[in-house]
């Protein structure tokens, strides 16, 4: 009995001891020597709140395409990151990103303690400190949030808490430092990531994997049932919010509002549209249909692929990157479908190998015309770049893959990380969260509420 009741009341002390030690944080003056620009300062900050809007955009997406019992379940998954990462990055995790090095491996986690001195700190460029850790902290609540849908419909919703809180610690930050610090191993290595291919999908992408071999196979992946998506119109706008918040997602990471923003802007919505025709058009050369949701899954590809690139890469390379990257992403599918791999919602083949396939391409169509602080790729005569590029994607993946694997190990050693036979025949909705909808109608702890 103590023990059932220590699990349950451990999230909630937790939550209530960092409240009362934020307290205690000494106050600092807001930082400005007049370094900062208005128009920088107004563009992150939309940048910014279009990367929050990604999330339940992600949650749309996903959320349409499960079986309509776990509907709630896989949203509520992508949506909680954004409150556990929102505490997790101001009390330690923006320090673990983006604070003094150790070693090029981690930031000290003493730098930015509860955002001390996060406020007072000097401009990053021509935005404040605190401006451009808000703008890191929506790709910090995105990227555990693409890993529901390989762990979609049989996850424990305890445990993938668990899961958020230990992924952002020992997966997502390092990889951050790694490459977007000045004196991170991958950053002084040469890499380049405009926008986070290696931080955010590669890392998500591997984590996926890692999550579909420890939870093993949901029962109706093992009878071959086909589970028919929840609502497809959600699926399209998902899309349409995740395509139109990677914008901030993308040019926003020119940190400014300046040409490369532009050009980061285009590449972003070029990459999109060329790869959601591509999965389309290759899967009607193929026999089938052209579908909502292949159009839709495409063009998601495409914007994951030219996230690594979309300030390095010209915007004629955008529609190869897109086509590209979308037949590949495609073809893995395929395969993975013969296997006995049961990533719910094919995000190892979506964002992992999308963003793998951004990586390197990026390696071949970079060019220091479009930005002259990155290098030209092998395209332009400089294949030692592509082979920086293809080094860091085998770090990257090996890194991710293994402590993403870890974790999920570790965490089954606590508490199950999976429900039982008979929740998951139940669904996750009524079995982890006593809320279900169906047939147009809300159930909350048993009762019908009126869906008007």
């Not at 405009?194 to 890392?203: K, L, Q, R």
């Not at 579909?212 to 919010?241: C, D, F, M, Q, W």
């Not at 990586?359 to 082979?387: C, H, R, S």
């Amino acid at each position: 009995m103590s023990k059932i009741l220590f699990k349950q009341w451990a999230p909630f002390a937790i939550l209530i001891i960092v409240a009362v030690a934020a307290l205690f944080i000494p106050l600092l003056p807001n930082f400005d020597d007049g370094k900062y620009s208005g128009p920088d300062v107004a563009f992150v900050l939309i940048a910014s709140a279009l990367v929050f809007l990604m999330t339940p955009g992600l949650a749309f997406f996903y959320g349409g395409m499960v079986h309509r019992k776990n509907v709630l379940s896989t949203m509520i998954k992508s949506v909680v990151a954004a409150g556990v990462i929102s505490v997790l990055w101001v009390v330690v995790g923006f320090s673990l990103a983006f604070g003094d090095s150790i070693g090029g491996l981690i930031g000290n986690p003493k730098t930015f303690l509860f955002f001390q001195g996060v406020n007072s700190g000097p401009a990053w460029g021509t935005i404040p400190l605190s401006l451009f850790a808000v703008f890191q902290l929506m790709f910090a609540i995105i990227t555990p949030g693409l890993v529901v849908g390989a762990v979609a419909e049989r996850i424990r919703f305890t445990a993938y808490i668990l899961f958020i809180v230990l992924f952002a610690i020992f997966v997502y930050s390092p990889l951050a430092h790694w490459t977007w610090h000045s004196d991170g191993i991958l950053f002084k290595m040469g890499v380049l990531d405009f926008a986070g291919g290696t931080v955010v999908h590669i890392s998500a992408g591997m984590a996926a994997l890692a999550g579909a071999l420890v939870l093993k196979r949901r029962r109706s992946h093992l009878e071959h049932k086909e589970v028919p998506p929840a609502n497809i119109p959600y699926v399209l706008i998902g899309t349409g919010l995740l395509w139109f918040g990677w914008f901030g997602f993308n040019a926003g990471s020119a940190l400014g509002a300046n040409a490369l923003a532009v050009s980061a802007f285009i590449t972003t919505n070029i990459a999109a549209g060329a790869a959601g025709l591509s999965w389309m058009f290759f899967d009607a050369a193929r026999g089938k249909k052209p579908s909502v949701l292949g159009f839709c899954i495409g063009a998601v590809v495409g914007l994951v692929a030219i996230t690594p690139g979309a300030g390095f890469v010209s915007i004629p390379s955008s529609i190869f990157i897109g086509v590209f990257a979308a037949i590949v992403s495609n073809l893995v599918v395929s395969w993975k479908q013969k296997t006995a791999l049961d990533d719910t919602l094919d995000v190892f083949p979506c964002h992992g190998v999308g963003g793998i396939v951004g990586m390197l391409l990026t390696g071949v169509f970079a060019t220091k015309t479009v930005n002259g602080a990155g290098v030209d790729g092998l395209l332009y005569g400089n294949p030692e770049f592509f082979f920086t590029q293809l080094k860091g994607m085998v770090m990257v993946v090996i890194f991710s893959f293994v402590v993403s694997f870890v974790i999920f190990k570790l965490i089954n050693m606590v508490l199950p990380i999976r429900v039982t036979a008979d929740e998951e025949e139940e669904g996750l909705d009524a079995s982890q969260h006593n809320e279900k909808y169906t047939q147009g109608t809300l159930i909350v702890a048993g009762q019908e509420v009126p869906n008007n």
